[in-house]
């Protein structure tokens, strides 16, 4: 009865990886870029800046269950293409800018990444044991 389940039996064309087969093989995609997450915090030294990067990096990368539960394939399609382009942005300030306006669309439009957040949360808690930079933040 999960969202995940219900998304899978929804779009039986799209091989959707939910939360439960992402563990199962061992979260690939969140030691593909935890390095990244990692180093972002270390050269800025901001836990905000580092949670926002590795957000837009998850909403562009995983099949968030509950974005496809609530808006379909053309929501979680939309919801990427944003995540990409605000990610492509150089600027800090312009970046933060359009994340900001990018969560008011979000939740105007009912979008809610629920397995995203869950992502972000298993990020800080690796970032602080392979960071010692990270671990000290707090």
Not at 75 to 101: D, F, M, N, P, Y
Request: glycine share 8%; proline share 3%; net charge positive.
């Amino acid at each position: 009865t999960s969202h995940g389940n219900q998304v899978v039996k929804k779009f039986p064309c799209k091989k959707i990886i939910t939360a439960k087969e992402m563990a199962i093989e061992g979260y690939p995609i969140v030691f593909k870029i935890l390095p990244e997450f990692i180093n972002y915090f270390e050269n800025y030294h901001c836990m905000n800046l580092s949670c926002l990067f590795i957000y837009l990096n998850l909403i562009f990368y995983v099949d968030d269950t509950n974005i496809l539960y609530r808006k379909g394939l053309k929501g979680l399609k939309w919801a990427r293409k944003k995540a990409h382009e605000i990610l492509l942005v150089s600027s800090t300030k312009e970046r933060v800018e359009k994340a900001v306006q990018l969560h008011q669309a979000f939740s105007k439009q009912g979008i809610s990444p629920g397995g995203v957040g869950d992502l972000i949360g298993v990020f800080i808690f690796l970032g602080q044991l392979f960071s010692e930079k990270m671990r000290w933040h707090y």
